[in-house]
């Protein structure tokens, strides 16, 4: 293509137009509360809630976010999160019990998985995906909300997390859905499931026939055992063992959480201010990148097509000035590089800041690490010899 000033200014206007349409992220400091279900509903309809561990979403990282990521403190986070989201439903007064889960294995009427999408200190971002005891998906819905430097105000936080909004958003929609698709006979129907899943975990020889699936893995109840069977009544008092147990999993993530709170708060901050300046250096090694490149393109036209000796210099002078600013975007790059690797160094100090916890049973003490679920998997195991034991007597 043969380079003229037409040309020139027609790639200058492109680059700036690349550069000068960013988005730009909304950020507000108008707060959303909690809905409250306006309707006095029985505890008898109330669905419990159980909330999974978080997947970190490391694995879903693009190369941009890989590089500003601290995976210790994702899986860190992948606890706190669901911790919060728990506690706000909880506070709702809109369900039952809500409990924050070691693992998928006890049945809970509603439960909630979670994916952590983004999490710098200036956003948080979520994937939810709700479903129930029958298999019923709900829905699955992207979270995200941008913050202040406002919110990080002592003040503020004596209140709530900085990303309060957002668990607010995932609690009304959640209570919308049920009140849209759940009647009394719905929800019934889900808490009598979640019993005979329970049920169907120790004896399923005796509890298979009692529910059926469709074709779209969704449980029907086919029939009931009585209210007084023997048998039933002892799944019932294992099942509440299971809740002790796991009510007593919550001390530990309370524990957890509350250690985690004021280093996790003081990494947030700083991170919020180095995603910042990382962006504005980013922003400024690309205005650099675009300015050197319309220099070369301008000095190369004038070097080839000038007509005289000084044009072609002053062409010269151009590649020359145009390939200084864009060595100058590469040491922004560099600069920006080190801001990286500020925001790692402050997750792992983060990490080497939240210890494990030991919390006391009625005939042990456990060590509550990363080996919460190997625990609960073998405290399990001790409630079908508890069953064992007790059928054994009838």
Wanted: proline share 3%; charged share 25%.
């Amino acid at each position: 293509m043969r380079l003229t000033y037409k040309n020139i200014f027609a790639l200058f206007f492109t680059l700036f137009l690349v550069t000068g349409c960013a988005t730009h992220t909304v950020k507000t400091t108008s707060y959303t509360p909690v809905i409250q279900d306006s309707q006095n509903i029985s505890e008898d309809f109330l669905l419990d809630v159980g909330v999974a561990i978080f997947d970190p979403g490391i694995d879903e990282l693009d190369d941009d976010q890989e590089q500003v990521t601290n995976h210790q403190v994702r899986i860190a986070e992948s606890r706190y999160a669901p911790y919060l989201l728990s506690e706000t439903l909880q506070r709702s007064a809109n369900w039952g019990i809500v409990r924050l889960m070691p693992n998928s294995n006890s049945p809970m009427d509603v439960f909630i998985e979670g994916v952590i999408m983004e999490s710098n200190g200036e956003m948080m971002g979520m994937r939810i995906v709700v479903s129930d005891s029958t298999g019923r998906h709900w829905y699955t819905k992207e979270y995200e909300q941008a913050i202040s430097q406002f919110s990080y105000d002592p003040s503020q936080r004596q209140q709530n997390d900085p990303f309060q909004i957002l668990y607010n958003n995932i609690a009304n929609d959640l209570l919308a859905w049920r009140q849209k698709n759940l009647d009394e006979s719905n929800i019934t129907e889900i808490r009598t499931i979640s019993e005979m899943l329970f049920a169907r975990r120790f004896s399923s020889e005796v509890f298979d026939s009692f529910l059926t699936q469709d074709r779209n893995g969704v449980y029907q109840i086919t029939s009931l055992p009585a209210n007084e069977d023997p048998l039933l009544e002892r799944i019932r008092d294992i099942r509440e063992r299971d809740f002790m147990f796991i009510d007593t999993v919550q001390d530990y993530y309370a524990t957890y959480v509350r250690q985690m709170r004021l280093p996790y708060d003081s990494w947030r901050e700083q991170s919020y201010h180095e995603t910042i300046e990382l962006r504005e250096l980013e922003a400024s090694a690309r205005r650099r990148f675009i300015a050197g490149a319309v220099a070369v393109v301008g000095g190369l036209a004038a070097a080839t097509q000038g007509s005289n000796y000084g044009t072609q210099v002053g062409g010269a002078v151009g590649v020359g000035a145009g390939a200084y600013l864009i060595r100058s975007g590469f040491d922004k790059r560099a600069e920006a590089r080190m801001h990286m690797e500020a925001i790692e160094e402050l997750g792992q100090s983060l990490e080497s800041e939240v210890a494990p916890q030991v919390i006391s049973l009625e005939d042990r003490t456990i060590t509550l690490t990363g080996s919460v679920e190997e625990q609960y998997e073998q405290w399990r195991e001790i409630l079908a010899d508890l069953y064992a034991v007790e059928v054994g007597q009838l």
